[in-house]
């Protein structure tokens, strides 16, 4: 899941990528602001899309259940819950989300987590940035159903 061992250098999700794929979840999208490797002085914005069987859980029956094992993670690697498991509705679509922050030298790594679970997987869709501004301009770029169709004139 969530790992974040490479914050400090500006990477905070290449790590997750990196675990997921190893392990037994699949990562389905990791797209940064900037090269994973990039140095900089600010937290490297990035959107992680992973999918992890839902038989690895024995007994989950929904999404919020999900986040139980994935905070025992975000909290061993050093990350805080900001916000507890939450309904939000996403077009017709209703994840769970839930929040974290981790103090990384002198700016905060925020982390919003949403997650559902679909044709036995849960889907989880991770968002990081250094403010809420940006995590939550993130947040509401995620859609589910078809594009808008385009206004030709």
């Not at 909290?75 to 103090?103: C, H, M, W």
């Amino acid at each position: 899941m969530n790992q974040h061992d490479d914050v400090a250098a500006g990477d905070p999700a290449s790590k997750a990528t990196k675990a997921l794929s190893a392990g037994s979840g699949q990562v389905l999208l990791a797209a940064f602001s900037r090269p994973p490797e990039a140095q900089a002085e600010d937290v490297n914005s990035s959107i992680l899309i992973a999918a992890e069987s839902v038989a690895l859980y024995p007994g989950l029956k929904d999404a919020a259940q999900y986040f139980g094992p994935l905070t025992e993670v975000a909290r061993a690697q050093g990350l805080t819950v900001t916000n507890e498991p939450y309904e939000i509705a996403i077009g017709e679509k209703t994840l769970v989300r839930s929040d974290f922050q981790k103090d990384v030298g002198p700016r905060v790594l925020r982390q919003g987590t949403l997650a559902m679970l679909a044709q036995g997987y849960a889907i989880s869709f991770t968002v990081i940035g250094g403010t809420e501004d940006e995590v939550e301009e993130l947040v509401d770029s995620l859609t589910f159903g078809p594009p808008p169709k385009a206004n030709h004139k």
